[in-house]
C-alpha cells in the first residue's frame, strides 16, 4: 500500500507524539479525580483493580485507536471510513468515529467548565485567600464560586481561548510547540510538588494508604470505577487518541510508545495521590472527602502549611496545565473533521467549535445555579453530561472499537501497522483485542448502567 500522508503535519518525531498524546492523558482525571476515587474506593485494593484495567483494556485499545488513525492519516470520522473501505467493510462504521468526535465535544465543554474553575483558584493562591482558612469556610467559599455564574462564566471563557489559541496554530506551530513547552513544565511542577509532600513528614502514611491491599474494602463498585477511569484517564473513546496517531511518524512503534504513554499517565496519577495525601494526613483531614478534595481540602491544607501559599499555587498551576494539554486534544479532532471536511482553515474551524464548545459548556455552568432546576434524567446538565459521556459513550466507543479492531479489520493492515517482529506479543494482543477487553467491558458497562438505572 502506498503510504498516506496527513494534510495536517507529522509530529516530528516519536517523543513529540508521546508527549503529546501524554499530555492529552494528563489531565483533572490524574490530579483531581483519581485521587478523590481512589480515597473513596479505600486505597490500594482500588489501584490494583485499575492497574489491571489499564493494562488489560486500556492499553490495548489505545493501541488500536492509534493504528486507525495512523493507517488513515485523518480525523476519527474518516478514518473510520477509509480503514472500513480498505478492509472491504461498510462504511457505516463511521458511526464509531461519529460518537467519538460527539463524545469529545461534549466532554470539552463540561472540562472547561471544571478547567475553569482550576483558574479562579490560581487566582486565589496568588492572593493568598486561603491562609488561615478553616474547612467549613473554604467549603463556603467553593459553594460562593458555584453560585456565581458571572465569575465561573468568566474563567471558563479564559479557559477557552486559551485552548483556542493553542489550536488554531496546527500540528506543528500549535500542538507540537504548546507540547515542548508545556509537558516538561508540566513534570517539573509534579516533581517540585513531590519533594514538598516528602517533607510534611507524613509521606509513607500517604503511601501506606496508596498501596495498602486490603481485599476486604473490593466491591464491585470499585471495580466500575476503576474500569471507567481506565478509559477516561487515557482519553480513549473520543477520538482524541486515533487524531493524534494520524500525525504519528510512520517509523514510530505502536505498541512501545503506546505502552510509554499508558506509563506516564499512571505514574503521573500515583504521583500525584502521593504528592495529595501526605498534604491532607499532614493536616488531618479526610482523603475520602470526594470531589471536594481538590477544592476544599487542598486549599485549607496549603493554607495551613508553611510555604504553603507558593506550592498552593505551583499546584493549581500544574492542574491548569494539564487541562489545557487535555482540552486541546479534545478539540483537535472536530478541528480535523471540519478543515477536512468543510474545507475550512483552521481559525474557522477553530471559531465555530470554541464557539459551540463554549454555549454547551454555559449550560454546564448554569447547574450549579440559575439552571440548576433544569433536569435530564433527574440530573443536571453538567451531572447529565458527565453520566452520558463517562458511562455510557466513553465504554460503548471502547468496546465497539475493540470488536473492530479484533474481529472485523483486516488482520494484514493491522499487522502491518504494528509492525511487531515478535509473533507472541502481537497474539497477545490480538487475543486481549478480540475476548478480553471486549468482554470486560460490556459485563461492566451493562452492570454499571443496570446499578445507575435501576
Ligand atoms: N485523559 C484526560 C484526563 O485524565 O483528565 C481527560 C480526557 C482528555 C479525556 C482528552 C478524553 C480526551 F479526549
Ligand atoms: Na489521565
Redesign the pocket.
Known amino acids: 500500500m502506498q503510504e498516506r500522508h496527513s494534510i495536517h503535519g507529522t509530529w516530528a518525531n516519536r517523543w513529540i507524539f508521546i508527549l503529546a498524546a501524554t499530555g ?7 490530579i483531581w ?1 483519581f485521587p478523590y476515587i481512589t480515597g473513596e474506593n479505600g486505597g490500594g485494593a482500588f489501584v490494583l483493580v485499575y492497574l489491571v484495567c489499564i493494562l488489560l483494556v486500556g492499553v490495548p485499545i489505545m493501541m488500536g485507536e492509534a493504528l486507525i488513525g495512523r493507517r488513515a492519516r485523518c480525523n476519527p470520522v474518516n478514518a473510520m471510513k477509509v480503514t472500513a473501505s480498505e478492509s472491504g467493510l461498510s462504511t457505516g462504521w463511521q458511526a464509531i468515529g461519529w460518537m467519538a468526535a460527539l463524545a ?1 465535544f461534549l ?1 470539552f465543554s463540561f ?1 472547561s467548565v471544571v478547567a475553569g474553575w482550576v483558574l479562579n483558584y490560581i487566582a486565589g493562591m496568588v492572593r493568598g485567600d486561603y491562609i488561615d482558612m478553616g474547612r467549613e469556610q473554604a467549603a463556603a467559599q467553593f459553594e460562593l464560586l458555584l453560585a456565581d455564574p458571572k465569575l465561573m462564566l468568566a474563567w471558563h471563557s479564559v479557559f477557552v481561548v486559551l485552548v483556542m489559541l493553542v489550536v488554531v496554530g496546527g500540528v506543528n506551530k500549535g500542538l507540537e510547540r504548546a507540547t515542548r513547552i508545556m509537558m516538561p513544565a508540566l513534570f517539573a511542577l509534579l516533581a517540585l510538588l513531590l519533594g514538598y509532600s516528602f517533607t510534611t513528614g507524613h509521606f509513607t502514611q500517604g503511601l501506606e494508604f496508596l498501596f495498602h491491599f486490603a481485599p476486604e474494602d473490593l466491591t464491585w463498585d470499585s471495580v466500575l470505577v476503576a474500569l471507567g477511569h481506565s478509559f ?5 473513546g ?3 487518541i486515533l487524531a493524534y496517531g494520524s500525525y504519528m511518524p510512520k517509523s514510530a512503534s505502536i505498541g512501545g510508545t503506546v505502552m510509554t504513554i499508558a506509563f506516564l ?1 499512571t505514574l503521573v496519577a500515583l504521583a500525584a495521590g502521593m504528592a495529595i495525601f501526605p498534604i491532607v494526613f499532614a493536616n488531618e483531614l479526610d482523603p475520602g472527602a470526594g470531589p471536594g478534595l481538590m477544592f476544599i481540602t487542598l486549599p485549607v491544607a496549603f493554607g495551613q502549611m508553611p510555604g504553603g501559599q507558593l506550592f498552593g499555587f505551583l499546584f493549581f498551576l500544574l492542574v491548569g496545565v ?2 489545557w494539554t ?2 486541546i ?2 478539540m483537535e479532532p472536530a478541528t480535523a473533521w471540519l478543515v477536512e471536511r468543510l474545507k475550512l482553515e483552521r481559525l474557522p474551524a477553530c471559531l465555530i467549535l470554541g464557539a459551540a464548545g463554549w454555549a454547551m459548556g454555559v449550560l454546564s455552568l448554569g447547574s450549579f445555579n440559575v439552571l440548576a432546576d433544569f433536569k435530564l434524567l433527574g440530573m443536571t446538565t453538567f451531572d447529565f453530561l458527565d453520566f452520558v459521556t463517562a458511562n455510557i459513550m466513553l465504554p460503548l466507543g471502547g468496546l465497539f472499537l475493540a470488536i473492530y479492531v479484533g474481529w472485523f479489520m483486516q488482520r494484514t493492515a493491522i499487522m502491518d501497522e504494528l509492525a511487531m517482529k515478535n509473533r507472541l506479543h502481537f497474539n497477545l494482543w490480538y487475543g486481549v483485542v478480540r475476548f478480553v477487553a471486549p468482554v470486560a467491558v460490556a459485563i461492566i458497562f451493562a452492570l454499571n448502567l443496570y446499578q445507575k438505572l435501576a
Not at 477516561?232 to 480513549?236: H, I, K, P, Y
Request: net charge neutral; glycine share 16%; proline share 0%.
Open positions: 492529552s492523558a494528563v489531565g483533572l482525571g490524574n479525580k469529545g466532554i472540562y477516561f484517564t487515557l482519553s480513549l473520543m477520538g482524541a499517565d494539564a487541562a487535555s482540552a486534544s479534545l
